[in-house]
């Protein structure tokens, strides 16, 4: 598995990084709707607009150690602050499936930290280079499969209650896209998005997961502003799901077989 592991490291460095360089360059361009995000905390517009920059930079700066020289901290501080950042759309009064859409911005650097190598948990261990290493451990390899497979389900399943709610940004694409009735195709995406989600739990086939891989990435596309820094910031998304699909060439777990001591067959 020493091809696996290492490579699995590697694509999860690279979709990390773009997950730190696509969200600070939204706060390198002042992205309006983040003022939501800072009133929670009781932070007016001016105060935000001040601030949206130096978490920019402080985001690119932590990007740009991931893909120049990976420290542990910046993979374990992408972990926080993908979760905090996630959970500040719902604490703003936006759907709940906005959290669970962005599973990849916490999941896959949770996922960068157990398939690197370790050094233990003193303070000093943080600030040393993360490297790729081998794993023999079959239970460590059913960890790290059980969660590439939740995170991807999150994911998926987020961006699917999305459609189903009738999310406005994704109906603007749609309608940008020449589709008459935005709604009902929102509902259909949603529908599929969920379906696949699902089957990623009770049967993750590498085609589907290939193939939800490749929707992934085509449909973050179509953003009606800034489509190139929506589509680098889910780097977390594509990393995890092309991860997952690497991990399947040589075990296929489900959700129900995690506590079991053998391995469904690999589905290929």
Request: charged share 15%; hydrophobic share 50%.
């Amino acid at each position: 598995m020493k091809t696996t592991s290492h490579s699995l490291h590697y694509i999860l460095r690279l979709a990390c990084a773009m997950c730190f360089i696509g969200h600070g360059a939204f706060g390198i361009i002042t992205k309006a709707v983040w003022c939501n995000y800072f009133g929670v905390f009781g932070i007016g517009q001016d105060m935000a607009y001040q601030l949206m920059p130096v978490v920019g930079v402080m985001d690119i700066t932590f990007g740009t150690i991931l893909l120049v020289y990976p420290l542990r901290i910046a993979a374990g501080w992408l972990v926080f602050w993908g979760l905090f950042t996630a959970l500040l759309r719902p604490l703003s009064g936006e759907s709940f499936g906005e959290f669970f859409e962005r599973a990849g911005n916490y999941g896959a650097p949770l996922i960068l930290l157990l398939v690197s190598s370790a050094s233990g948990l003193p303070l000093k261990g943080w600030f040393q280079k993360l490297e790729p290493r081998k794993i023999d451990d079959e239970q460590q390899w059913r960890t790290i499969t059980m969660g590439l497979q939740l995170i991807a389900f999150a994911l998926l399943a987020g961006h699917g209650w999305l459609n189903l709610i009738g999310k406005a940004g994704l109906l603007k694409q749609y309608e940008a896209l020449g589709f008459s009735d935005p709604l009902q195709v929102a509902h259909r995406i949603g529908l599929i998005e969920v379906g696949g989600a699902v089957l990623l739990l009770v049967k993750p086939f590498r085609q589907i997961v290939l193939l939800l891989f490749l929707w992934k990435m085509a449909s973050e596309l179509f953003y009606p502003s800034y489509e190139i820094w929506e589509w680098v910031e889910r780097g977390g998304s594509y990393g995890v799901l092309l991860g997952l699909w690497l991990v399947l060439r040589e075990r296929n777990y489900t959700i129900f077989h995690y506590f079991t001591s053998t391995p469904l067959a690999s589905a290929k």
